[in-house]
C-alpha cells in the first residue's frame, strides 16, 4: 500500500496547480494508495503576507502567471484585500477529525471557490463549501474551534516545519520561517506499508511523481490510462478543470478542451474552465 502525505493549504496557488497531478496518481493507484491531508498553515493574518510586502495587485499577477504557465482556473482579478489561510486549514481538519470521508471534498471546494474570487477566511465561504462538501455547516464551524481540532493543526504546521533530510537537499524547494526550513505546497512525503518516506518537495512537473512513485513500489498495480473524457468525469464525481482530464488522458490540452466541448458543461472561470456530465 502507497502511504501519500500531501502538504499543502487552501490558498496556495501552487498546490491548486498541482491538483492534476494528484488526480493522475489518484487514477493510477486507486485503492493502493491511501492519502493523508497535511495542512501547511501560511498565514494567521492578512497582515502576515502584507509584511512580507506582498500586495492584492501582486497576488493578482501571480495569478494570472501560474494559470498562464499550468493551465487551471484562477480568476487573475485583483482581490479587495489579502486572505489569511488559517481558517480554512481549520476547517479542513476539523472535517479530517470528525468527517474524514469529506475531507479532500472540502479543501477542492474551498479551492474552487477561493481561486474563481471569493475571501477563503470568510465563513460564509467556508459554509458554502462546507454545503459543497455535504458536510453542515454549522456543525463544521463548531468542530473548528476544538481543542482537538486546534491541536491536530499545529500538529500538522510542525510536520510541515520540519521536511525530511531529503527534502533539505534540495532547498530551492523549500521556504523559510523563523526556526529554519519548510515544505512548500505542495510537498508529498510517500512510503510503501509503514516503511521509510521519500520526499517530493514543492511544486514538481508530473514526470517526478511518476518516477518516483515507480521507484518507490514498482509492484504496485497501476490502472491504463483513460479512453474518454466521460470516463474521467463519471470517476472523479464533481467538475474537473481541463488541464485536470488532460493529464489523467495524458493528451494535450487542447484535445481536452475539444473533447470535453463535446459531452460536458462548460464552466469558466478565469482564463479555463470546469466541465461535468
Known sequence: ?????????PGCPWAFSAEPFRRKIEWLYGDHA?????????????????????????MAAGGAM???????????????????????????????????????????AIQVRGFAGELIDEQATIAAAAGDAEIDAHDLELWAQEQATLDAL???????????????????????????????????????DGGDPIAIPGFQPWPAYDVALANLAPDAPRREDPESVSEVLEWAAEPLATREVAVVMGIEHDEAATALAEVAQRRDVGSDAYWSL
Open 154 to 192: 499545529a500538529s500538522d504546521m510542525d510536520r510541515a516545519r520540519h521536511p525530511l533530510p531529503a527534502a533539505l537537499v534540495l532547498g530551492a524547494r523549500l521556504a523559510d520561517w523563523e526556526g529554519g526550513r519548510r515544505y512548500t505546497c505542495p510537498s508529498y512525503e510517500i512510503s510503501v
Open 34 to 58: 491511501a492519502w493523508e491531508l497535511v495542512m501547511v498553515g501560511l498565514a494567521e493574518d492578512p497582515a502576515e503576507f502584507e509584511a512580507r510586502g506582498i500586495t492584492t495587485a501582486m
Open 1 to 9: 500500500m502507497l502511504e501519500i502525505s500531501l502538504f499543502t493549504d
Open 66 to 108: 501560474i494559470a498562464k504557465e499550468h493551465g487551471m482556473p484562477i480568476d487573475s482579478s485583483e482581490r479587495e484585500r489579502l486572505t489569511a489561510t488559517m481558517p480554512a486549514c481549520r476547517a479542513v481538519v476539523a472535517a479530517r477529525l470528525n468527517a474524514p470521508g469529506h475531507q479532500q471534498t472540502l479543501l477542492r
